[in-house]
């Protein structure tokens, strides 16, 4: 958040303005103002509350000034990695959302220039790479642009400067950042809820854009060539509410939209902890991926990416079935990989404390930094797909995917167990995803909100599917069941004759993962034998399989993807369905019964 008035101290429109955007992080706050030549700077651990109450961020003077609520990405949380960052002299400020993925070789060089880092994030580079640019004479613009031109990753900036106290510059790549235009008063935030009640006129920034914002005017070029960029404010007829969803009904459906951004984010995992974890898991005598509820889908998922692609063979198992049936075995030669968004499952946290104490060595995969998760750990990667809201698990499966399978092509290269051209290839498609991902859910979301108005009366769906399409059958029963309250069951399709196909009778809705792979053939069997007992086939499949669609009451189809990949496809049109389910229902898809976000009990 940014605020620049015409005479008005900003502290205050800051603070209101950052408790709007406190959903979308909350593990540290820190504001940054200036007044006659002095940088103001207040920050720390804790919710923007807490450390308001500590610091009061109210007595802060200045008309100008940025603000930041945290969601650590580097660095723990705690007061020298909250926002703002600040240079060796404490002349500029910076706020950060994002991931600067080149900021270890930045670091390394700036640290030869003699600049004293103080925290152990990305951000702080920025920090000092403009100051370093400021000390050979640019002005702050050009200093600024240089700046965003060595960064990779993504990043959402604005910036303040002692020596140009009447402007804040911004910067956009892959996150969201918006001007506000205000009548005496311009802001900047990486949504509109932290200004909507100030102004409702936006300017939506584009990636690659920076900006200058003044009291009265903003300007906005292309960072790589300086081409000016004209673009007039858009009216939102948002209430802060709305805006905090950025005008979807539900924190749900925004965050099933917003997946396509937070799988470029987890696409930027550090190496040196890639490298890590995959040395750990290469080492080990027997692999377990341990896991609950959505997380434990991502895992059976992880166990398909790691045996083909790298031949090595895991044990995908319930958190809470993990002593009774493991226990016994576990010694210092087992490697644990335990995946959970929340980091605090207490399922997942008994059962890695009981592997701990008999010497097994804890990897973690999470979306929380600082959890307890990533302090038990021996090493540990990051999602880095911000606070889920909603209480069902969507963009944070999707991108706990995406970390296994980059961690599964890199245990590939390591063991050399594949051909070259295999890996080569799936790494093309692996970063295809996202920006599949975002086209297929604006594609099939009519179709599969009418699937839901005319299943919605249902007493019952049966998933099916086979091979990698297992995990997803099991995710989309999830996904459905927890927010429509509809009883599901999924099943391997092979497992369907050895049981479940005794309750099929006529018109009984099941679901059909069947995308174009190996499985395709045994599938259509399946289907068949569904058909002829009179059930109702829903199928998600190949976009231009004709044969599927035709055997098919109801067809959603597909882009083609990597057959390791599909369940982060072919998992959203069942998210999109349980939330339409839940809506024509009239049930809260965000907060669905007797569930809580995290679960903390055994
Ligand atoms: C389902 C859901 C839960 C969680 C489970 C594990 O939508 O959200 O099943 O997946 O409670 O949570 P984490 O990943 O935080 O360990």
Not at 182 to 196: E, L, Q
Not at 304 to 316: D, Q
Not at 412 to 430: S, V, Y
Request: with cysteine.
């Amino acid at each position: 958040m940014g605020c620049i008035t015409d005479g008005r101290a900003v502290a205050n429109i800051l603070y209101k303005s950052l408790k709007r955007l406190e959903y979308r992080g909350y593990d540290s706050a820190g504001m940054a103002t200036i007044s006659s030549g002095t940088l103001y700077v207040k920050k720390d651990q804790g919710k923007i509350d807490e450390v308001n109450e500590r610091l009061n961020f109210n007595d802060m003077p200045g008309s100008i000034g940025i603000a930041h609520t945290r969601w650590a990405t580097h660095g723990a949380p705690s007061k020298v990695n909250a926002h703002p960052h600040t240079d060796c002299n404490n002349m500029l400020a910076v706020v950060h959302n994002g991931v600067i993925e080149n900021f270890m070789e930045l670091k390394r060089e700036l640290l030869d220039l003699n600049h004293k880092f103080v925290s152990k994030t990305d951000t702080e580079v920025i920090a000092h790479l403009l100051e370093e640019n400021l000390r050979k004479g640019e002005s702050f613009f050009s200093a600024f642009v240089n700046t965003v031109k060595r960064l990779s990753g993504s990043y959402a900036l604005a910036v303040v400067y002692v020596g140009e106290p009447e402007k804040i510059l911004v910067a956009k790549q892959d996150m969201p950042i918006l001007i506000g235009v205000g009548d005496g008063g311009m802001f900047v935030a990486s949504d509109a809820a932290a200004f909507i009640e100030e102004t409702n006129k936006a300017v939506i920034l584009q990636n690659g854009e920076v900006a200058i914002i003044t009291t009265k005017s903003y300007e906005i070029y292309r960072a790589k060539d300086g081409t000016r960029v004209t673009r007039s404010p858009i009216v939102l007829n948002w209430t802060v509410d709305m805006a905090e969803k950025q005008g979807f009904p539900h924190y749900t459906l925004k965050e099933i939209f917003e997946q396509s951004i937070t799988l470029k984010s987890a696409l930027r995992l550090q190496d040196a902890y890639v490298d890590l974890l995959t040395e750990f898991l290469d080492r080990g005598e027997k692999i377990f991926l341990l896991a609950a509820g959505t997380s434990y889908h991502a895992c059976l998922a992880a166990s398909y990416m790691f045996s083909k692609l790298a031949r090595l063979t895991t044990y995908p198992v319930i958190a809470s079935e993990f002593v009774d049936n493991y226990g016994h075995s576990i010694d210092i030669n087992t490697v644990i990989l335990a995946v959970s968004q929340s980091g605090e499952t207490a399922d997942v946290l008994n059962a890695l404390e009981f592997a701990r104490l008999r010497a097994a060595t804890i990897l973690g995969i999470t979306n929380v930094v600082g959890s307890t998760l990533t302090r038990i750990s021996r090493a540990y990667l990051l999602q880095n797909a911000g606070p889920e809201i909603g209480v069902a698990a969507t963009k944070t499966f999707t991108s706990q995917l995406i970390v296994l399978a980059q961690l599964a092509l890199r245990l590939a290269k390591k063991r050399g167990k594949i051909a070259q051209f295999e890996m080569d290839e799936f790494k093309d498609r692996l970063y295809e995803v996202p920006d599949i991902v975002s086209n297929i859910i604006e594609d099939v979301r009519a179709s599969v909100q009418d699937l839901a108005k005319k299943y919605a009366k249902e007493k019952f769906f049966l998933f099916l599917g086979r091979g990698m399409s297992t995990a997803t059958a099991f995710e989309g029963r999830l996904k459905v069941m927890e927010l429509s309250y509809i009883p599901c069951i999924a099943y391997s399709a092979g497992e369907s004759k050895h049981g479940p196909i005794s309750i099929v009778e006529k018109d009984v809705p099941v679901f059909f993962i069947c995308p174009k792979d190996d499985t395709r053939k045994a599938i259509l069997g399946n289907i068949e034998e569904m058909k002829a007992r009179g059930a109702r086939i829903i199928t998600i499949g190949s976009k231009d399989d004709r044969e599927l669609m035709e055997i098919s009451d109801d067809y959603i189809g597909m882009p083609d993807v990597h057959e390791l990949l599909s369940p982060i496809v072919y998992v959203l049109p069942f998210q999109l369905l349980a939330y339409y389910l839940a809506v024509e229902r009239g049930l809260d898809p965000d907060k669905p019964r007797n569930l809580a976000k995290s679960v903390t009990v055994l």
